[in-house]
């Protein structure tokens, strides 16, 4: 737990399961769900010797999820979503979807990465997991029962895993540096029966999909895509996702 | 990221040589602020949320009276006209009815806790009339720009002129016109600006990182007008300098609370604190037009540029200078006309930061060098060599300087490492820079470039070398001690380095080596350590033979203490530790300055050059660049710490990497578009390159010093060779910096037109 946390007055409330989180969450619908902290921290309130939570605080990273990383019968991965990031990145089974480790390299920097997990940072919704998730196919487990990812839907209950399906893609981070930087843009692509399935974000905000397949007219595409995430056409982010979606299909196309 | 020895074998090391290396790598090191003493107060600082405005009102009462708060100090508490500065004293430690930069300090508080102090901030009654921002330094010189000193804005300018540059430039059979703006950069120190004073009685102790303690000690004495002497400093170890840490930065209003209080008081500024209120590096803008005859030989530049001083001068007119000094770089151009001006704003405060001036400039130059070569077609190190300052030749402000026959030798070891021949696939488009320059070394004409020292035994009977100069993680406690071990044959357990603080006896009131900057550092303490050398060995000798019963000339210092030259036993005859009580030993030292004697007040005797060549890959998808390989070629005579020196080569490299790639704070309306690191893009160990540092390792066999001081010039010259390979890929030199993907890919369209 960061030192930063450990002063009074938030109230720390550790579940010990996802039965008495969810109990907890009933009692206090105002508290915040935390695991790694590292993007709730963000938000907190700054003090002299650092920020703190301003409200209750329930405290799920211990909570039993499953294994970290496995391999369902359909094929598909789970992964467990209290799961420190860095633990996904060095699992094997994370080796084996090229695109998945793509994003866990480049998802945050190896401090936060040892801290933050694949459930929070899609929860927090401004992290680069949403625009992978509306990528590739992604399901969402909860206590409530699974459903497909839509970004921006709330969830009924607590997050425990989120399972994702390997396919040949790609995701590409543009930041503002070689390490940890928030993305600037981020594009990712997964190759589906039906062609290839792109999902972009510029600075956190609306994510932009679009299906390229032998229907779709190369030149407008990454006009499409930038219009659809709110880019002014001159601009230099523009300029940059034009480029990176033109080089990313161009053998798609060709 | 990787750092290559050079191709010479370096010598083994003794790992005690760095033995903090291993706390600070853990984080467990501790620095000046982290020990309070029991009952430390707490100090917090009310800062201006204005760029620029006038205080209408102030009350103080409300904070005085609160329970546990022990010392609240507002304008009135700053001696009446005192300012500080180096050249231009101008800043007050609190704004004296007037803010000039948004975090300037308006009242401050020490109280029992952090809590408290904080609470007692909010208590303060505090009213702003703003005022109209003066953002752009352009603007600033504007005869109808609202004026921030006394004396206007124009906080410094210089101009020199030699030949007649605009007659030779329009027979110049090439000329290049080049403009470029360079941004704001942070130090990004991970010590925060902080410290702990204490008073007591009539004397203070101030510990708080310091490049230059004397300078701090008198400056303080003089606000509270007492003897230098009542004041003591302790200013090392630093954790980061860079050149942040070279003025002032919390210790007046440290010195103002401790002053009023028996109790000592702590202040350690927030990264935001420290991110509003901390120096960065002047953004410059430039305009430089050269030209060169048909065969490629330099005629002449004209060069204009303007800095941002931010709301104080700070190290500023050092800066202006040291730029205009380098512009030339490393080349001889018969004719030059230097226009420099440097304009107060409300952003911030521009200060010292590490290769300063020159590594702006030699941007410029070195591309506008490669521009050149491009038009008369010739390989762009040819152009250099064609083109460098003859060994013996006149300083380039026409100065008298120490002969530099490295440059050529820079150039020839250059040549020896051909571009890689990495497939870079369809993707990637690669491009190879060349930077050669120079810059000067200590300070200029005005000085101060003199330094006292002593050499002495401590109290475990180590050979010490006692001086001022300050160990913020470059190295120097190694090299000192390095140096000491072979001054004097002995071990490297045997010798021991006293530094950064001034001394508390009145009576030698020193030893004051200056500031550590401008790369002075290890040529000071080399230069103290050859000059007091003889005189201390000669009295350790004297001592020993009186302790032993023989002659001196049958005695000689080697590993342990003294041995008898006849016996030549495996161990001492006695150990230094028999004398430290013996009398009469200590030296003290003191050197002269390295100074031309004739040339603009602001030229430079010494110079180090340094070469670098830059191999980038740019995405043609996003536009970004990456350094793949830095070669750096530094001419610094034999490193006296081989892995210290490619350290420094190194830091110097990867800074240079963000200042053209990646940093850069910008100011709106006086307001800094980042508080913190997340919006302020540091390179990380992702981004560093493989570096290989291939130093020359020979001066002239007459040189004076027999050494340069490795701490900048890394980053000078790798600098301008990212922009170099930039113009080697896409044929062109951006406009500003740090490089936008924007303009790498209007390059590549305009390359390449799909």
């Not at chain 2, 906080?155 to 329009?170: I, M």
């Not at chain 2, 019963?549 to 150990?575: K, S």
């Amino acid at each position: 737990m960061p030192e930063t946390a450990t002063a009074a007055p938030p109230l720390w409330h550790r579940a010990t399961s996802p039965d008495d989180a969810l109990r907890l969450m009933a009692e206090m619908p105002d508290a915040v769900i935390a695991a790694g902290m590292t993007a709730l921290q963000l938000d907190w309130p700054a003090h002299l010797r650092g920020s703190r939570a301003d409200g209750p605080v329930i405290d799920i990273s211990g909570l039993a999820m499953g294994p970290d990383v496995s391999v369902l019968p359909d094929g598909w991965l789970r992964i467990a979503a209290n799961a420190p990031l860095e633990r996904l990145r060095r699992d094997p089974l994370t080796g084996t979807f090229p695109a998945l480790r793509t994003l866990l390299t480049g998802i945050a920097a190896s401090g936060v990465r040892a801290l933050a997990t694949l459930g929070g940072n899609l929860m927090w919704g401004a992290g680069d997991a949403a625009t992978f998730c509306s990528a590739f196919e992604t399901r969402i487990v909860t206590t409530g029962g699974q459903h497909p990812y839509r970004p921006g839907t709330a969830n009924a209950g607590l997050l425990l895993a989120v399972e994702t399906r390997p396919v040949d893609g790609f995701v590409e981070k543009v930041g503002f540096r070689a390490g940890f930087t928030p993305a600037r843009i981020l594009l990712a692509g997964a190759r589906n029966s039906d062609g290839l399935q792109l999902a972009a974000r510029v600075r956190g905000g609306v994510i932009a999909r679009a299906l390229v397949n032998g229907a779709t007219e190369p030149i407008s595409l990454g006009d499409r895509l930038c219009a659809d995430t709110g880019l002014e056409p001159g601009s230099e982010d523009a300029a940059i996702l034009r480029a990176l979606v033109a080089g990313r299909t161009k053998d798609y196309f060709a | 990221m990787t750092t290559s020895p050079s191709s010479e074998l370096r010598p083994p090391q003794d790992r005690r040589l760095f033995e903090t290396v291993d706390a600070k790598a853990r984080g467990t090191f501790r620095y000046l602020a982290d020990a309070s003493p029991p009952g430390t107060l707490h100090g917090a600082v009310l800062r201006s949320p204005h760029p620029h405005a006038r205080i209408t009102h102030l009350d103080l009462a409300a904070a005085r009276e609160m329970p546990g708060v022990r010392v609240v100090i507002g304008p009135e508490d700053v001696p009446p006209g005192f300012r500080y500065g180096l050249r231009h004293q101008d800043q007050p430690p609190l704004a004296q009815g007037l803010v000039r930069y948004l975090g300037e300090p308006v009242a401050a508080i020490a109280a029992e806790t952090p809590e408290l102090a904080e609470a007692a901030l909010a208590r303060i009654e505090v009213a702003y009339a703003p005022l109209p921002t003066v953002a752009d330094p352009v603007a600033a010189l504007r005869a109808d720009a609202p004026a921030l000193h006394p004396g206007g804005n124009l906080c410094h300018n210089f101009h020199f002129a030699r030949g007649e540059a605009e007659t030779a430039l329009a027979a110049a059979a090439h000329q290049v016109d080049l403009k470029l703006e360079t941004p704001r950069q942070m130090h990004a120190a991970l010590e925060l600006e902080g410290g702990i004073a204490h008073r007591q009685g009539d004397r203070l102790h101030i510990r708080a990182p310091s490049q230059d303690p004397f300078y701090v000690a008198r400056s303080i004495a003089r606000m509270l007008d007492i003897q230098p002497d009542r004041v003591r400093v302790t200013g090392s170890p630093i954790g980061g300098g860079f050149g942040g840490k070279e003025d002032l930065h919390v210790q007046p209003l440290l010195a103002l609370l401790a002053w009023q209080t028996d109790a000592p008081v702590r202040l350690v500024l927030s990264r935001a604190e420290s991110t509003r209120a901390g120096f960065k590096r002047h953004p410059f803008r430039i305009a430089l037009r050269i030209g060169c005859d048909a065969e490629g030989r330099l005629l002449a530049m004209v060069a204009e540029t303007l800095a941002d001083t931010g709301a104080y001068a700070s190290h500023g007119p050092e800066v202006l200078d040291t730029a205009m000094e380098t512009i030339q770089g490393a080349y001889a151009f018969p004719h030059a006309r230097l226009d420099g001006r440097q304009a107060y704003t409300n952003n911030g405060i521009s200060g010292a930061f590490r290769g300063f001036g020159a590594s702006q400039v030699q941007c410029a130059l070195e591309a506008g060098i490669d521009m050149l070569a491009a038009k008369t077609g010739i390989d762009p190190l040819a152009f250099r060599r064609l083109n460098l300052a003859a060994a013996d030749a006149d300083g380039p402000l026409d100065q008298d300087m120490v002969p530099q026959p490295e440059l050529a030798w820079i150039a020839e070891r250059m040549a020896r490492h051909p571009a890689p021949a990495d497939a870079h696939g369809a993707r990637y488009l690669a491009g190879r820079g060349v930077a050669l320059v120079r810059k000067g070394e200590g300070f200029g004409r005005d000085g101060p470039n003199g330094a006292e020292g002593r050499l002495g035994l401590d109290p475990e009977g180590r050979i010490t070398l006692t001086a001022s100069l300050t160990d913020m993680g470059q190295g120097i406690s190694a090299a000192v001690r390095a140096m000491l071990a072979e001054s004097f044959a002995v071990s490297p357990g045997d010798v021991a380095v006293r530094l950064g603080r001034t001394d508390p006896d009145p009576a030698t009131g020193g030893p004051d080596s200056g500031a550590t900057s401008a790369s002075r550092g290890s040529q000071i303490a080399l230069r103290l350590i050859r000059k007091g050398a003889p005189e201390f060995r000669d009295r350790l000798c004297r001592a020993a033979a009186a302790e032993l019963g023989c002659r001196v000339e049958d005695l000689t210092l080697g590993p342990g203490g003294f041995h008898r030259t006849a016996l030549r036993r495996n161990h001492p005859d006695l150990p230094f530790a028999a004398l430290t009580t013996a009398p009469g030993l200590e030296v003290a030292i003191s050197i002269g300055g390295l100074q031309a004697t004739r040339g603009h007040p602001a030229a430079h005797s010494v110079f180090t050059g340094c070469g670098a060549l830059a191999d980038i890959r740019i995405d043609r998808w996003t536009g970004a660049v990456r350094v793949a390989r830095f070669t750096l070629v530094p001419a610094c005579g034999p490193p006296q710490v081989p892995t210290s020196f490619d350290g420094q080569m190194a830091g110097g490299a990867v800074q240079a990497l963000g200042f053209v790639l990646t940093e850069t704070l910008p100011t709106r309306n006086g307001q800094f578009a980042a508080d913190n690191f997340d919006g302020y893009f540091l390179p990380t160990f992702a981004d560093a390159p493989q570096i290989v540092v291939d130093p020359v390792t020979e001066l002239a066999s007459d040189d004076p010093i027999g050494l340069r001081g490795a701490g900048e010039i890394g980053l000078n010259a790798a600098a301008p060779a990212i922009l170099c390979a930039l113009h080697d890929a896409l044929g062109a030199v951006p406009p500003s910096l740090p490089v936008s993907p924007a303009w790498v890919l209007a390059q590549l369209h305009r390359m390449e037109p799909r």
